[in-house]
Nanobody, 124 residues
């Protein structure tokens, strides 16, 4: 059974930084791409960033490019999202997700396991 547990969310002022972590349980974690999505109140879940199994391929949503950095440590079964220059419109619940085998992309349908989410609130 795969479990994903996010941490690191919180409240910050605009311009601040947060680092989210997602710890994964289960075998063969390093074989799968991992991603971060977010969902703001009243909005659909949206793609933020994804990273291939070995970190060699990374994609970002245009809205976070240049501000957010996704990374992973396969020895620790953990994926990270470093968020800098945060803006009020980054306020959302952030979810990590594990891709289906061989998949890597921005569609939520490509991911088969999800964490419970962590709240990020950015005030102006």
């Amino acid at each position: 059974q795969v479990q994903l547990v996010e941490s690191g969310g919180g409240s910050v002022q605009a311009g601040g930084s947060l680092r989210l972590s997602c710890a994964a349980s289960g075998r063969r974690y390093s074989s799968y791409a991992m991603a971060w999505f977010r969902q703001a109140p009243g909005k659909e879940r949206e793609f933020v960033a994804t990273i291939s199994w070995n970190g060699g391929t990374i994609y970002y949503a245009d809205s976070v490019k240049g501000r957010f950095t996704i990374s992973r440590n396969n020895a620790k079964n953990t994926v990270y999202l470093q968020m800098n220059s945060l803006r009020p419109d980054d306020t959302a619940v952030y979810f990590c997700a594990r891709a289906s085998i061989g998949r890597l992309g921005s569609s939520s349908s490509e991911y088969d396991y999800w964490g419970q989410g962590t709240q990020v609130t950015v005030s102006s």
